[in-house]
């Protein structure tokens, strides 16, 4: 195999960074280049300015990098993006304006016109819509929020062979989706939090970029209803998802 | 105050008689005068024949109290019974035909056509079912399932201003519901289990009953359709919630 | 009865001046008459200014008062503290100098010289600490920190009635004991935490002042060797506590 | 590298036995070729007798291997036995009378005067016992109960360095340890329970063994005392153990 693609993770000293940074270690196409993140971490060793709370340990090689600002200086022209909403929107896109590949996990560019919304399993199509991002260069893709990822690889199949009125969906989440420290042990041990800040709002609306169809460089939304309720249950990895759907009439699937 | 009204409970010892036991210890109209269970209990004292799970402490006085056999020959006119469905439904029978007043937390006699499946606050006009039983001076009125009850407090003002077409549920319910031992540690720590034994079938039925109306001695089922999903997880007491509802369209509800 | 007492709480907000309201809130001698807490919360009702994590609700009597500085200027002679430690040396010294009451709950004055370390059950004599305290008519009265005292009670009795040569003890600590948000879920659910900072410190240290013997106005402290070692576990309220003793030999005790 | 040695699996459904599969499936030098169980499964394929609860998924290969009765007329000459100490005593004698070799995870034969006690890191010159066994070609090796071994791997380099005069321990044990069902969620969720049956006991008597010195082809145990007080807590795999020791004395370590 030919030599490996050097990358960049914006964020790196975060919950989502660490995600990437394990993930990709050995991947046999990226190779981590560049560890990015705010300035409370810059010029120390990874090891040094990270909370490590993976269970696979840290390894030595990642751990002495050098931690670098997130600024579109760096050698890798891919970065995967866990940056914090907060900060996301501005760096991703002074990233993409000097050229970079930004593959982002934040929720800021996820609604943007020319921004795929991208589950590769479900609309791989949606790829096209870069050619129509004004990045020159450079160019944003965003995942979709976790729990919105498996409801539309459910969905996806239905839609296509018999058309969806409507969908509910109740997630049972786990703590890890919200980071480190995230959820209070005394708010969720021998209890079920039924409020997950934006998470119903991202599942009502995320669903229906995704499933809907590239038109004339756009996407047309999917029109089905979703109504969405989000739970925190005492499980660490891993988020459970109760869907129940209801069918187009035949009548309106022929239209 | 007046005496107040001597009752017993079957299925003593069992979880659900336990409840009993505690609910009705002090009670302002009725006093525990038979503590009545299988036979591996009879004639011990209750304190040595059950395995006390309740947080209050078992009191003297009814640790004293000797247990006696499921049997139609006690004083108490009024029963209630926490019996396991394996032999609720044969005592039960024996002791409405015998002239006793059954209260029954058992599935054994719910769908029976004359007997209540009573929550005080949403069908206590079902109560007049029981003038056609055939029990002669007894009678069995049974309380539904535990997540079906909370779900028909919700539904009940819903169906009656603006008409159901359908209800979606999904239950994340307490390992309390499962007695004791119940659900094993190990199954459940770190984990949601996206099954109870028919527990989805109770759930997608009873309400039909409860909400039904009194036609001619008879209870007309309503006719809405309900999916139901049920879940456990890591909590003691107390089952969540989530539903989703459709209303009827005004149309058919002007019918 | 008489009138009540008022008393003021330091620290209201907080998870222990929480504790407070809720067991001054019903006392038969005393009343809440003063809630103190940080700049953050002056001149903000109660209500407003905590984020309340005691299961029984905030009474709305409670939740209407406005919140006042930390300042020696309020009415009730006595303050029960449950200040941070950053602050609760300088706060509580200023309250004594100027004449009140102080009762501590945090580690602060512990360890001062005249200072009781009180539990009543077990050392009610170092009351008398309290006159020689260079407050005027203020004084500090502290109590221990949680594992401690339990400890404590048990090991009255036993060194009193035979001597300790020592005490091996080991924790199993609740959630609640780390305060809100306090523990993070991810670390403690499916595990064990085998460390509370400082927690080793105060139970090797505590319990020889409190099991120690007034001698000319200063206590002298008690002589066995402690070895703790704290554990944080999945538990929301309740330390449990493993605790293995020597005695001392007759001989030594005979001294 | 030359051909595995076949071994079987006494009690192969339990969780024990499960265990062993687990680990021997893939293993360099054994190779799984009985699974032997109760009469409940026998003729049976494994995957319809076992109720599986590793993680790790259930091999087809294995999955297909129809289970045999626990008697000693298999090919396998090694057997691994994780049978209930009910039944263990007997079958593990008969096999190894029969000339296999019996090694076991039961407490049965612990204790035994010629039957080694293993941990291969602490006491292999132990081997040395099974010449004196009466089997025949047959033998039986046991280890030590769980909790048992880390404390005797922390042991064993300071009682021969330093001498122990005596050793206090508490143990946080895991439910995995307790099988499967195992303990009851209403017991440990939210909860430790300070006792495990008969656990106390093993790890005040199995290290003395482990830790004592072959003299004239028996045992002499060593001589230090030994507390334990064993807890459960919600943790699903892995003990921890709290150890404090005192050393032996100068002069008593020289004689």
Chains 1, 2, 3, 4 share one sequence.
Not at 103 to 122: A, C, G, Q, T, Y
Request: proline share 5%.
């Amino acid at each position: 195999m030919k030599k490996k693609i050097p990358v960049g993770i914006l964020g790196a000293t975060g919950s989502v960074g660490q995600m990437f940074v394990n993930l990709l270690e050995d991947h046999p196409f990226f190779e981590i280049n560049d560890l990015c993140a705010s300035e409370r971490s810059h010029s120390k060793k990874y090891s040094e300015a990270v909370n490590w709370i993976i269970p696979k340990p840290l390894s030595e090689k990642i751990g002495n990098m050098v931690v670098k600002p997130c600024e579109p200086n760096i050698n890798s022209r891919i970065v995967f993006s866990g940056l914090d909403s907060k900060v996301a929107g501005e760096i991703e896109s002074n990233f993409a304006k000097n050229g970079y590949i930004v593959i982002s996990n934040s929720k800021n560019h996820r609604m943007f016109e020319n921004v795929p919304l991208l589950i590769p399993d479900v609309n791989p199509d949606h790829l096209d819509l870069i050619k129509h991002q004004k990045y020159g260069k450079g160019l944003i893709i965003t995942n979709p929020n976790c729990s919105t990822i498996g409801l539309c690889m459910a969905l996806k199949p239905i839609i296509d062979e018999f058309g969806l009125d409507s969908v509910n969906v109740v997630t049972m989440q786990a703590i890890s989706g919200a980071g480190y420290p995230g959820v209070a042990s005394l708010d969720i041990i021998d209890n079920v939090i039924p409020f997950i800040k934006d998470e119903e709002e991202k599942m009502e609306l995320e669903p229906l970029k995704i499933l809907g169809k590239i038109n004339n460089n756009k996407i047309d939304f999917a029109e089905f209803k979703i109504s969405a309720q989000c739970n925190r249950v005492a499980v660490i990895n891993g988020h459970t998802e109760c869907v129940s759907i209801r069918l187009l009439e035949k009548q309106q699937k022929k239209k």
